[in-house]
């Protein structure tokens, strides 16, 4: 029993961790579309958008029937519940992912300014980094690695707040830009939200090495997506 517990328990943190570079695939393709204004490749972010979302399904379904039927306790039931929280966490970092997507077709042939330019490329390394981070200390089972992220994540919220003063500066300057600026705002918006996510998914491998739950960054519980 306890074999067949073990095989079981490494295919799921398998398939999570696959997701998981799934998600951090996403949202590389998200930011460079919309850096490069590639329409076409943010059709096809969201056209497969449901993959994520079937794959989520699919773990919390089988981290489900693994609680019911192996009843774990102590360090196995603490693996399975954090991908249990996780997988939700990566799927909703998706959705951010498909709404940049959205952006880059919405925005369309407006004039690009630079500075914003500049701080949403500055936030979409930040944030593809910050997943590809969370997944190899998810991996490692890093705590120390899981709580650095955190200063990334505050370090994104930074420049969400810049591009909101220098959006807002341009406005005043050009009320014709007011269109344009709403676009840039939602999508330094929807990185810092990703960082959110990911801090969350931090949280959980914390969870995994010590049974504490806590929050490292709390100014995130006052978000909204």
């Avoid at 393709?29 to 943010?42: I, P, Y």
Wanted: charged share 30%; net charge negative.
């Amino acid at each position: 029993m306890r074999r067949l517990f073990d095989d079981e328990l490494a295919d799921l943190d398998a398939d999570f961790t696959e997701m998981g570079m799934l998600v951090s695939e996403v949202i590389q393709q998200s930011v460079d579309s919309f850096t490069n204004r590639d329409a076409v490749a943010a059709q096809h972010i969201i056209d497969t958008d449901h993959e994520i979302n079937q794959r989520e399904i699919a773990l919390e379904k089988k981290t489900f029937e693994m609680i019911a039927l192996y009843q774990p306790v102590t360090t196995d039931l603490r693996e399975i519940v954090t991908i249990l929280k996780a997988v939700s966490e990566l799927e909703r970092a998706g959705d951010h992912a498909r709404n940049i997507a959205h952006a880059t077709i919405k925005f369309g042939s407006k004039q690009k300014i630079p500075v914003l330019e500049e701080l949403i490329d500055q936030m979409g390394q930040l944030g593809t980094q910050m997943i590809k981070d969370v997944l190899t200390a998810y991996v490692n089972k890093d705590e120390h690695e899981a709580r650095k992220l955190a200063d990334i994540d505050r370090k994104l919220d930074q420049l969400n707040h810049q591009v909101r003063a220098d959006s807002y500066q341009q406005m005043r300057q050009d009320p014709v830009f007011e269109t344009g600026a709403s676009i840039y705002l939602n999508v330094a918006q929807d990185l810092s939200r990703i960082g959110d996510y990911v801090t969350n998914v931090c949280e959980w491998i914390v969870y995994l090495k010590s049974g504490q739950i806590i929050e490292l960054n709390p100014a995130n519980q006052d978000s909204t997506d």
